[in-house]
């Protein structure tokens, strides 16, 4: 009986030290994108709470809805409770905001902001009234003293109308992350 014996010839070498390079190309091309991957991921994941923000503080009137004092409230919402209209704020919860929230001179004022809202990361809200030429004036400004800026932004706008006591004017609610 003839035995055969294992043998190590060229063509199984060079086969195999090609398919070892063939895995680790595929390899490196997969690994490559993984980090743009998770940047994408980030973007939206932070996009996607600015717009939250955005919703709540548009069309949502806030709990209790009809709250016309800061402290009262359990929830920010701008919208009007009364007409059932979404993009439709009043101007009496922007101008409560305005006279008693400080943000950027009063931590504390922020951090109440925050937990009404309940979001844990920094943000900031502008408000303005866009005036018949098209001019912004500014209503609300909620921008932390120690905003971080971080590789990933995202800015959400919204145009919307503004029940100044019946009379119905355009505004601009702009939220930053």
């Known amino acids: 009986m003839v035995e055969i014996k294992a043998q190590l010839t060229i063509q199984y070498l060079a086969s ?3 398919f070892i390079g063939l895995v680790v190309l595929v390899y490196l091309a997969y690994s490559a994108n993984i980090p743009r991957f998770v940047k994408e991921v980030d973007k939206e994941n932070i996009y996607s709470k600015a717009y939250q923000l955005s919703e709540i503080l548009v069309n949502n009137p806030g709990e209790p809805p ?3 004092n800061i402290d009262n409230a359990k ?3 701008l919208s009007d409770q009364y007409s059932n209209k979404s993009n439709l704020i009043l101007n ?3 101008q409560e905001l305005k006279n008693n ?3 950027f001179q009063d931590v504390a004022d922020f951090k109440k902001i925050q937990d009404k809202l309940a979001m844990n990361i920094s943000f900031s809200i502008f408000i303005f009234n866009i005036t018949e030429n098209g001019d912004r004036k500014p209503l609300f400004d909620c921008t932390p ?3 971080p800026r971080t590789a990933v ?3 959400v706008k919204r145009i919307t109308a503004l029940n100044n006591s019946g009379r119905i ?4 609610v702009i939220v930053q992350m």
Request: hydrophobic fraction near 50%; charge should be neutral.
């Open 153 to 155: 932004n995202a800015t």
């Open 92 to 94: 009496s919860k922007v």
């Open 101 to 103: 929230i400080h943000c």
């Open 145 to 147: 003293s120690a905003f």
């Open 16 to 18: 195999f030290i090609f």
């Open 75 to 77: 929830r920010l919402g």
């Open 66 to 68: 009809s709250w016309s």
């Open 169 to 172: 004017e355009l505004a601009e």
